[in-house]
């Protein structure tokens, strides 16, 4: 929140390295402890070997088959949580024996329920609401719904805590549970104390930027933290006298890098796959196995383990003596299978050569992530050529400085790395469109829509462009098919009711208007109770298309013969547009009544009905949003029906010297008919005429005031 934004980029990059020095060694640090002696590896091998080729397989198939890749993200996304809780409850309850205590049965359980509940609390904050991120599916609940459940849950992990310190402090001491305490606090901060923040404020945090940032850097530095002290004692437990922390902590760099950096740019060279996809295929999946394998290596159940992260160490169990002999009889294998890979020097050039490719990771980074930025953009595609993200912020760069052919290409090629990516393809097909490359964009989500057949806002903006470039059946069959993928894809029914008026086949258009008008009150319905700042920037334009909607099924109803609810809809429409301001809208409303009724004979209902489009354009026009033409029509329509029905001609004549003084500025048919039909009405008035227009005002007064017995 503090951050100043020409500081973002710095910051971006310094907590990516992070990644080097925290995050990729705390994996490394479960490899190392599963797989670094013989012993180990067949201790644990349904998990070093058989759940390993399991998470490679899957690797393999995520990248062949994209669509399971979100389950897959998912999963990570929402374990990583419990995962890191896991080890706080571990460490808390090593440090509580380290302290001398025994928990009983059932501070053991209040304390395991406290951070079940913590978990389960932010896990809540994860599923409401819609997640914005593809990756990442979510249940979509209410917030309504889980905001008691996690104000309730935060309020048991307090109870939860005290139940179980309060009988540990009395027995031992607040001074030996002081290290205990500490991990019930950092329990709370990592959890409780952010969501309870998010409530406050109304903030919410999207998961991949809290599960894998921050925390994971937290974690990670535990992890290493603890893991560093069991090698160290595991080392001089079997007499490994040369055992350092500066070789052990490099040798977890190394391997870290190893684990993430080099498959995702091989995968991306030698397939030309999208490497921010593979990227994040590995992080899931060794993420995943990494849980796993974790879950069944740290049991302090387990005697080995228990004898060194909470016993003297001065003696070990006979096991640990053991390890060295297979760790022995291990190096023998290696040795005879390649003296190459254990020289001193193949191990310092592999050091080496990882340490260069983490640099050059960070390299290409830093400059895919400086956002506007054209020649770093340009330096970080050039380092690997097959990223969508890289391409894609170079076309946001190329937008800026009013590049669109740019903008284009750098899209395309996107797109060419990574064709899965719905929000990518739609970026490229607006980035065309607004260069004017109506073929290319309608061939673009041709192609687009052979990946993506039920997209339904991809078919709505294909059937725009086929409409637009002269195939209308096309454009309603992709419509119809927009309303399969997604009946209440409004817009859909929108342009397929303005396709059938097109062809005058009203009840069908009627169909389609009453459908998109229920469609768009649903949506209304859920954007209200969000009453998010989207929705109110939307809000305006929508309803002025929902009125006009309106007005054009009361249309269609009068083409059927359907008077009663064409008048009802046509007031309907009036009311609505009077409510939100929109007085030319009413206007227009009132003026279709006006015809209405004329033809059902009502001329005293027609009349009134033109004399309230008037005054509601008078009230646009001093509003200063009106309509010239739409107030210009409805005096003509005006004069028109007074001359219909026996009116004054002056006050006809008036009625068209006010049309064609509000078209004086536009051209076309509209002006040469009002003009063509003033002259008629001027040169029967004679010499009268001049008279008329110079008592202009007063004529237009008298003839909005006329009252109904006048008809």
């Given at each position: 929140m503090w951050m100043a934004p020409q500081t973002t980029h710095f910051w971006v990059v310094a907590f990516y390295s992070l990644a080097l020095i925290f995050n990729y060694p705390h994996f490394m640090a479960t490899v190392y402890r599963a797989y670094h002696t013989r012993e180990d590896f067949e201790k644990y091998k349904f998990f070093t070997l058989h759940l390993t080729l399991l998470v490679v397989l899957t690797g393999v198939l995520l990248h062949l088959s994209q669509e399971l890749f979100p389950w897959v993200f998912t999963l990570y996304i929402c374990w990583s949580p419990w995962h890191y809780s896991g080890q706080n409850f571990g460490l808390l309850m090593m440090f509580v024996r380290r302290a001398g205590a025994q928990a009983t049965i059932w501070e053991r359980r209040w304390l395991r329920a406290a951070f079940v509940a913590s978990y389960l609390m932010l896990l809540a904050s994860f599923e409401t609401g819609g997640s914005s991120d593809p990756l990442i599916l979510s249940l979509n609940l209410p917030a309504k719904f889980t905001l008691l459940a996690r104000v309730a849950l935060g309020g048991a992990f307090g109870i939860f805590t005290l139940l179980a310190f309060d009988g540990l402090i009395r027995r031992h001491g607040f001074r030996a549970m002081i290290a205990p305490l500490t991990l019930a606090l950092t329990q709370f901060l990592w959890f409780v104390l952010p969501t309870l923040l998010e409530l406050r404020s109304n903030y919410h945090v999207p998961q991949t930027r809290y599960s894998s940032g921050i925390l994971a850097v937290l974690h990670s530095a535990q992890y290493i933290w603890v893991t560093s002290y069991y090698q160290r004692r595991e080392a001089r437990a079997v007499g490994e006298s040369g055992w350092r922390m500066a070789r052990y902590f490099v040798t977890l760099i190394a391997g870290g890098i190893a684990l993430f950096i080099p498959g995702p740019w091989l995968v991306s060279y030698a397939f030309h796959y999208d490497f921010t996809t593979s990227f994040l295929i590995f992080m899931a999946l060794v993420n995943i196995h990494h849980f796993m394998l974790d879950g069944a290596l740290w049991k302090l159940r387990d005697s080995r383990i228990a004898s060194l992260l909470v016993g003297s160490g001065a003696k070990e169990p006979s096991a640990m003596a053991g390890s060295a002999g297979d760790a022995g009889v291990a190096r023998a294998i290696w040795a005879r299978a390649g003296r190459l890979f254990a020289t001193p020097a193949f191990r310092i050039g592999a050091v080496a050569v990882l340490f260069l490719w983490g640099g050059l990771d960070q390299v290409h980074f830093a400059l895919g992530t400086d956002e506007g930025n054209l020649s770093a953009l340009a330096g970080a595609s050039r380092l690997n050529p097959y990223d969508s993200m890289?391409?894609?912020?170079?076309?946001?760069?190329?937008?800026?400085?009013?590049?669109?052919?740019?903008?284009?290409?750098?899209?395309?090629?996107?797109?060419?790395?990574?064709?899965?990516?719905?929000?990518?393809?739609?970026?490229?097909?607006?980035?065309?469109?607004?260069?004017?490359?109506?073929?290319?964009?309608?061939?673009?989500?041709?192609?687009?829509?052979?990946?993506?057949?039920?997209?339904?806002?991809?078919?709505?903006?294909?059937?725009?462009?086929?409409?637009?470039?002269?195939?209308?059946?096309?454009?309603?069959?992709?419509?119809?098919?927009?309303?399969?993928?997604?009946?209440?894809?409004?817009?859909?029914?929108?342009?397929?009711?303005?396709?059938?008026?097109?062809?005058a086949e009203f009840a069908s258009a009627a169909r389609n208007w009453r459908a998109y008008l229920n469609a768009a009150a649903s949506q209304a319905g859920d954007d209200g109770a969000s009453a998010s700042a989207e929705a109110s920037r939307d809000a305006a334009p929508r309803v002025s298309t929902t009125i006009s909607a309106r007005i054009q099924l009361a249309d269609d109803e009068a083409h059927l013969n359907q008077p009663a609810p064409a008048q009802t809809d046509y007031q309907l429409a009036a009311s609505a547009a009077e409510r939100a301001g929109y007085a030319s809208l009413a206007s227009l409303a009132f003026a279709h009544v006006a015809d209405l009724q004329e033809k059902l004979n009502d001329t005293r209902g027609a009349a009134a009905a033109y004399q309230r489009a008037l005054a509601l354009d008078a009230r646009a026009d001093a509003a200063k949003s009106g309509d010239a033409r739409n107030e210009a029509t409805d005096w003509f329509n005006y004069g028109q029906f007074l001359r219909r029905r026996g009116q004054p001609e002056d006050l006809v004549y008036a009625c068209l010297l006010r049309a064609e003084e509000l078209l004086a500025n536009s051209t076309g048919k509209d002006l040469e008919t009002v003009h063509s039909e003033r002259l008629q009405v001027e040169v029967r008035l004679g010499k009268k005429a001049a008279a008329d227009q110079k008592d202009a005002s007063n004529l237009l007064a008298r003839a909005a005031a006329l009252p109904p017995r006048s008809f």
């Open positions: 890289t391409e894609e912020r170079i076309a946001r760069a190329e937008s800026l400085v009013g590049n669109k052919s740019d903008a284009v290409a750098a899209l395309t090629r996107a797109v060419e790395i990574n064709p899965h990516r719905v929000a990518l393809q739609e970026a490229c097909a607006r980035a065309m469109i607004e260069d004017g490359r109506y073929e290319d964009a309608y061939a673009h989500y041709r192609k687009m829509l052979a990946i993506f057949p039920n997209d339904a806002d991809a078919l709505v903006n294909y059937g725009l462009l086929a409409a637009r470039l002269g195939h209308p059946e096309e454009a309603m069959d992709s419509w119809q098919q927009a309303l399969s993928a997604n009946p209440q894809q409004a817009t859909a029914y929108l342009y397929l009711a303005e396709a059938f008026d097109q062809r």
